[in-house]
């Protein structure tokens, strides 16, 4: 089992920045790939950003690509999602999976997920 636990998350004014952090522990051997995603209230769960286990691969979802950063180190077990140019639409509760294939997958397909850190951003 791996278990991911994310931090980071607050309130900002729009334009503000935050970084969030998911720490996994246990079987981490297991995890390849690291993402995140976010839902709003009401709305479903959005994909937001992928890397890949060297970090050499990294993906975005259009409505973040230019403002937000995905960031891995291995040795602290710790992936980060630095968020720039903050709006009051990326309010949302963000989480943190991990998934052992280095593929792109669906959000489904994730094998752990972690609890969720708050963003709210104001305008």
């Known amino acids: 089992q791996v278990q991911l636990v994310e931090s980071g998350g607050g309130l900002v004014q729009a334009g503000g920045s935050l970084r969030l952090s998911c720490a996994a522990s246990?079987?981490?051997?297991?995890?390849?790939?690291m993402g995140w995603f976010r839902q709003a209230p009401g709305k479903e769960r959005v994909f937001v950003a992928r890397?890949?286990?060297?970090?050499?691969?990294?993906l975005y979802a259009d409505s973040v690509k230019g403002r937000f950063t995905i960031s891995r180190d291995n040795a602290k077990n710790t992936v980060y999602l630095q968020m720039d140019s903050l709006k009051p639409e990326d309010t949302a509760v963000y989480y943190c999976?991990?998934?052992?294939?280095?593929?792109?997958?669906?959000?489904?397909?994730?094998?752990?997920w972690g609890q969720g850190t708050q963003v709210t951003v104001s305008s």
């Open positions: 999976a991990a998934v052992r294939t280095p593929f792109i997958v669906p959000a489904n397909d994730y094998d752990y």
């Open positions: 890397i890949n286990w060297s970090g050499s691969s990294t």
């Open positions: 246990g079987r981490t051997f297991n995890i390849n790939t």
